[in-house]
């Protein structure tokens, strides 16, 4: 019996977002690694300025699977925090 084998497509090895995540989540990730097989989890990232808290800087969180992880993306908030206001709007800067 063969076990189940992913498309090398959908493979993420940290910084490889799968293809079927939606462009406009996927832009608010930094990092994603599926570690399913390892661990039982996702592990996601947020980029700088989102947060998976309105109420604090949270950027990593587990997943058991990628409805949760991208129904978490999708609520993302940005963050609250000091440090990623400065350094969102330093960006901004930068980019003018």
Known sequence: MSSLQLPEAVMCDGTGIPRYIPD???????????????SGHIIVCLQNGWSFSSAEHVDV???RNVTEAALAIASATPCPCTNCKETVAI??????
């Open 24 to 38: 406009h989540l996927a832009r608010r990730i930094l990092f994603w690694d599926d570690e399913r097989k390892e």
């Open 61 to 63: 969180e587990p997943f």
């Open 91 to 96: 960006l901004a800067l930068e980019s003018i």
